[in-house]
C-alpha cells in the first residue's frame, strides 16, 4: 500500500488553523489530523485524546527520553508534541495526516521527511489576529498578550514553508487548503495501487507495444 502525505500547517495562534483543518478533514475523503501531546492546561470544553492528549510535564519529558516523540517544542512555556507512533500509524494505512504545529517542530519534521508538504496560515492583518483571540473566548487577557507578541516571531518563519494561505475569507482559505491535498494526491509520484493495476491492465491488452 502506498503512505500518505504528511501535511504541516502552522500559523500564529488564533489565525484560524484549527478551524480551518477542521473543515478541510471533514471536506475530504482519507485525511486525518494528527492528536498532538500538551502540557498546557486544558481549555473549557477540550476533551483528552481528542483536543489533545493532555499529558503533565514529567510524563512528557519521560516521552523525549525515550524517543517517541516525531517532533516536540515548548510554546508558550508548554511542551507540545506529535508521537512518532500516531503520525506514522496513519501514514502507514495509506491515509494522509497534518499536524497542526509551531515553526520549531516543522522543521524537525522537515529534517526527518523532507517530502512533507508544508503551509503556513497567515491572518489578515495584526488587529484582526487579536480580535480573533479574544472572540474565541478561551485565553485571559495575559495570554492574548503573549500569543500577540510571539505572533511576529512565529510569521517571520513563513518562507521555510512551500506554501501561504490567508485566512481573510474563510471559505476561500479553506478552498485553498482543499486545492492543496488534491493537487499534491494528483502529483503523487509515488503510483496508487489502484493505477498501477488499471496500468498493467491497459497494457497487457495493448497490441505491438513494444
Ligand atoms: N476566516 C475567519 N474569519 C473570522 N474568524 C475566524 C476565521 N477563521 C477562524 N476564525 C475564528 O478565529 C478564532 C481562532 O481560530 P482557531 O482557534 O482555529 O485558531 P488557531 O490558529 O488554531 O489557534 P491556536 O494555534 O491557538 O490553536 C476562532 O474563534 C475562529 O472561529
Ligand atoms: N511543535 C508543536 N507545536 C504544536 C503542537 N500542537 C500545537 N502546537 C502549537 O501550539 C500553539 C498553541 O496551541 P494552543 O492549542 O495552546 O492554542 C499552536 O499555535 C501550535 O503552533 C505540536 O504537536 N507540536
Partial sequence: MSQGTLFIVSAPSGAGKTSLVRELIESLDGIQVSVSH?????????????????TDAATFEGMIARGEFFEYAKV?????G?????????????QDVILEIDWQGARQVREQMPEAVS??????????????LASRGTDEHAIIARRMRDAI????????????????????ALQE????????????????????SLLATLLSQAPGVE
Avoid at 506529535?82 to 495509506?94: E, I, M, N, P
Avoid at 503556513?120 to 489576529?129: C, T
Avoid at 512551500?162 to 481573510?168: I, R, S, T
Avoid at 487548503?177 to 498501477?196: G, K, N
Wanted: proline share 3%.
Fill in 38 to 54: 500538551t502540557t498546557r492546561a486544558k481549555r473549557e470544553g477540550e476533551v483528552d485524546g481528542v483536543n489533545y492528549h493532555f
Fill in 177 to 196: 487548503l482543499q486545492s492543496l491535498v488534491i493537487s499534491r494526491r494528483l502529483a503523487c509520484p509515488l503510483m496508487s495501487e489502484r493505477h498501477a
Fill in 82 to 94: 506529535t508521537s512518532r507512533k500516531a503520525a506514522q500509524t496513519v501514514l502507514d494505512a495509506g
Fill in 119 to 132: 503551509i503556513f496560515i497567515l491572518p489578515p492583518s495584526r488587529s484582526e489576529l487579536e480580535r480573533r
Fill in 153 to 172: 516571531s512565529e510569521m517571520s518563519h513563513y518562507d521555510e514553508y512551500d506554501y501561504l494561505v490567508v485566512n481573510d475569507d474563510f471559505t476561500t
Fill in 76 to 80: 508558550f512555556d508548554n511542551y507540545y
